[in-house]
Antibody
Framework: EVQLLESGGGLVQPGGSLRLSCAAS????????MTWVRQAPGKGLEWVSS????????YYADSVKGRFTISRDNSKNTLYLQLNSLRAQDTAVYYC?????????????WGQGTLVTVSS | DIQMTQSPSTLSTSIGDRVTITCRAS??????LAWYQQKPGKAPKVLIY???TLESGVPSRFSGSGSGTEFTLTISSLQPDDFATYYC?????????FGQGTKVEIK
């Protein structure tokens, strides 16, 4: 059974940093693109970032480019998202998701999400 | 970047009704489109991918169609479990944008 378990969310001040983690199990982690999607309170889904199966190629939404860094450790079956220079508008539930293939695709499995709140 | 526009934003409907949601892309995405269902407090769940392929385990009352820039999600006979928010997502390029969502609510 595929499982994705996010952690690392919490309350952080504007300008602060946070590192999200996503522990994956139930599939061959190193074979798939992985993605972060966020959802601000009461709003829709926003694609944030994706990373290739090897970790060599990364993709970012313009809204987070230069502030967020996606990475993965295939030996630990773990996906990461480093969030820097956080703003109030980054407040959201952040979901880790598995893409359907080793290329950017739709997400066939999702974690339960971790809440990031940016506030003073 | 490719923009995705869904309509309507909200749909008030009844059990047994046929429901159609439209998603338009700002440029052609072939059939690289997925539909998701999301219930309050839960993660999204994929219903359809490649515009018309039903994900395993999804009831057959859900169907998808379209190609290029115009797509539809149809629920043939709405069931109580189907009241939720539905999102389309294009994955034609490396910036896989979502539509803004369509909330299906009880009339």
């Amino acid at each position: 059974e595929v499982q994705l378990l996010e952690s690392g969310g919490g309350l952080v001040q504007p300008g602060g940093s946070l590192r999200l983690s996503c522990a994956a199990s139930g599939f061959t982690f190193s074979n798939y693109v992985m993605t972060w999607v966020r959802q601000a309170p009461g709003k829709g889904l926003e694609w944030v970032s994706s990373i290739s199966s090897s970790g060599s190629t990364t993709y970012y939404a313009d809204s987070v480019k230069g502030r967020f860094t996606i990475s993965r450790d295939n030996s630990k079956n773990t996906l990461y998202l480093q969030l820097n220079s956080l703003r109030a508008q980054d407040t959201a539930v952040y979901y880790c998701a598995k893409d359907d293939s080793n290329s950017v695709a739709f997400c066939d499995y999702w974690g339960q999400g971790t809440l990031v709140t940016v506030s003073s | 970047d490719i923009q995705m526009t869904q309509s309507p934003s909200t749909l008030s409907t009844s059990i047994g009704d046929r429901v159609t949601i439209t998603c338009r892309a700002s440029q052609s995405i072939s059939t690289w489109l997925a539909w998701y269902q999301q219930k309050p407090g839960k993660a999204p769940k994929v219903l359809i991918y490649k515009a018309s392929t039903l994900e395993s385990g999804v009831p057959s009352r859900f169907s998808g169609s379209g190609s290029g820039t115009e797509f539809t999600l149809t629920i043939s006979s709405l069931q109580p479990d189907d009241f939720a928010t539905y999102y389309c997502q294009q994955y034609n390029d490396y910036s896989p944008a979502f539509g803004q969502g369509t909330k299906v609510e009880i009339k």
